[in-house]
C-alpha cells in the first residue's frame, strides 16, 4: 500500500498540472474563438464601411451625371438664346438693309426729281432767250 500511496502521491501533482494545462489550452482556445469573432467582426464593419463608401461613390457619380445634363441643358438653352438672338440681329440686319435700299430709292427719286427740275428751268431760261429775241426784232 505503501508504493501505492507513494505513487499516488507522485502521481497526483502531475495529473493536477496536466488538469490545468488542458483547461488553460481551452481557455485559450476560448479566446482565439473570441478574438475570431471579434475579427469577423471588424471585418464585417469594414465591409459595411466599404459599401457606404461605394454608396456615397455611387450618390456622387449620380450627382456628377446629374450636374452634366444640367450644364448640357444650360448649353442648350444657350445655344438656343443664342440662335434666337442670330436670328433677331439677321432680321434687323435686314431690316436695315431694307431700309437702306428704300433710302437709296429715295434717294435716285429725288435726284430724278432734281434733273427735271434742272430741264425745267433750262427750258424756261430758253424760252426767256427766245422772247428776249424776239423782242428785239420787234
Known amino acids: 500500500m505503501k508504493l501505492y500511496e507513494r505513487l ?5 501533482p502531475l495529473n493536477q498540472q496536466q488538469q490545468q494545462q488542458q483547461q488553460q ?7 482565439q474563438g473570441q478574438q475570431q469573432q471579434q475579427q469577423q467582426q471588424q471585418q464585417q464593419e469594414q465591409q459595411q464601411e466599404q459599401q457606404q463608401q461605394q454608396q456615397q ?3 456622387q ?13 444650360q448649353q442648350q438653352e444657350q445655344q438656343q438664346e443664342q440662335h434666337q438672338e442670330q436670328q433677331q440681329e ?5 431690316h436695315q438693309e431694307q431700309q437702306q435700299e428704300q ?3 429715295q434717294h435716285q ?7 427735271q427740275q434742272q430741264q425745267q428751268q433750262q427750258q424756261q431760261q ?3 432767250q427766245q422772247q428776249q429775241e424776239r423782242s428785239k426784232y420787234v
Open 57 to 59: 461613390e455611387q450618390q
Open 126 to 128: 430758253q424760252q426767256q
Open 109 to 115: 427719286e429725288q435726284q430724278q426729281q432734281q434733273q
Open 61 to 73: 457619380q449620380q450627382q456628377q451625371e446629374q450636374q452634366q445634363q444640367q450644364q448640357q441643358q
Open 8 to 12: 499516488h502521491n507522485s502521481l497526483s
Open 25 to 31: 489550452q481551452q481557455q485559450q482556445q476560448q479566446q
Open 90 to 94: 439677321q432680321q434687323q440686319q435686314q
Open 103 to 105: 433710302q437709296q430709292e
